[in-house]
């Protein structure tokens, strides 16, 4: 049986390469993102990688993906889904960039990690990792 891992964000780079390593050994990449075009391209001739739209800031999207998972053997969750919306300083930011950023970077890890630990221990296994930029460990202007 083909164990399934799922990676967020994984229309571009790390979560990308992470898709495509997965798949490369031997599990079915379950691979999703907001933008389903660059997921396309990701999943071109590779037949392990599965895409799955999902935008992990709306409780919809990811109780869809776990139930479009359910009874499948997820044994991998990549959290990559994230990213940086502002390089404002403190004095000319927009708290609801602010809140956005938490929503993707934190939340939304949160939710997809919430709605996929019931698989994984219907599976009786499992691996979770949670990706993190540099900035969350190396402080840069207006960062």
Same mark, same amino acid.
């Given at each position: 049986?083909? +164990?399934?891992? #799922?990676?967020?964000? &994984?229309?571009?780079?790390? @979560?990308?390469?992470? =898709?495509? $390593?997965?798949?490369?050994? /031997?599990?079915?990449?379950?691979?999703?993102?907001?933008?389903?075009?660059?997921?396309?391209?990701?999943?071109?001739?590779?037949?392990?990688?599965?895409?799955?739209?999902?935008?992990?800031?709306? +409780?919809?999207? #990811?109780?869809?993906? &776990?139930?479009?998972?359910? @009874?499948?053997?997820? =044994?991998? $969750?990549?959290?990559?889904? /994230?990213?940086?919306?502002?390089?404002?300083?403190?004095?000319?930011?927009?708290?609801?960039?602010?809140?956005?950023?938490?929503?993707?970077?934190?939340?939304?890890?949160?939710?997809?990690?919430?709605?996929?630990?019931?698989?994984?221990?219907?599976?009786?296994?499992?691996?979770?990792?949670?990706?993190?930029?540099?900035?969350?460990?190396?402080?840069?202007?207006?960062?």
């Amino acid at each position: 049986m083909k +164990q399934y891992a #799922v990676v967020t964000g &994984a229309s571009s780079g790390i @979560g990308a390469a992470t =898709a495509k $390593l997965l798949a490369a050994n /031997g599990f079915h990449v379950v691979a999703t993102a907001r933008r389903l075009d660059r997921l396309k391209v990701l999943a071109e001739d590779n037949e392990n990688i599965e895409i799955i739209e999902l935008d992990v800031t709306e +409780q919809r999207s #990811v109780d869809s993906l &776990a139930a479009k998972l359910s @009874g499948k053997p997820l =044994a991998v $969750l990549i959290n990559n889904a /994230g990213g940086a919306f502002d390089a404002a300083s403190i004095a000319d930011s927009d708290p609801e960039i602010w809140a956005k950023t938490f929503d993707v970077n934190v939340t939304g890890t949160v939710r997809v990690t919430k709605a996929l630990i019931p698989l994984m221990k219907e599976f009786g296994q499992g691996h979770i990792v949670l990706m993190s930029s540099t900035a969350g460990r190396i402080p840069y202007e207006n960062g």
